[in-house]
């Protein structure tokens, strides 16, 4: 089966740490560009960060620069979202997806593929 399982989410403290885990199933990520998403209750959908595979150029939001990272692990198929310094304004429900284009910002564009999010909240 064709499909993107996000992992990893859960509940944590401003300032602590999270990793998030894409694992795709049934065609091989570096193929692709890929990108980590986030919808917070009442907004819309956001682009937080953007890997282009071929050059591994990765792009973030202004919102999580130098907080996130993103990672491919070849090996394991898998997209990593290692999400650092945490805040409440953090809580979302987080995707990853497969996209046609590499975005600046974390802006991938042209999406193919979602995930179907994993919860993600930051609270004391």
């Known amino acids: 089966q064709v499909q993107l399982v996000e992992s990893g989410g859960g509940l944590v403290q401003p300032g602590g740490s999270l990793r998030l885990s894409c694992a795709a199933s049934g065609f091989t990520l570096d193929d692709y560009t890929i990108g980590w998403f986030r919808q917070a209750p009442g907004k819309e959908r956001e682009g937080i960060s953007c890997f282009r595979s071929s050059d591994s150029s990765t792009s973030y939001a202004d919102s999580v620069k130098g907080r996130f990272t993103i990672s491919r692990d070849n090996a394991e198929n898998t997209v990593y979202l290692q999400m650092n310094s945490l805040k409440p304004e953090d809580t979302a429900v987080y995707y990853c997806?497969?996209?046609?284009?590499?975005?600046?910002?974390?802006?991938?564009?042209?999406?193919?593929?979602w995930g179907q999010g994993t919860q993600v909240t930051v609270s004391s």
């Open positions: 997806a497969t996209a046609n284009y590499y975005g600046n910002y974390g802006r991938c564009r042209s999406i193919t593929r």
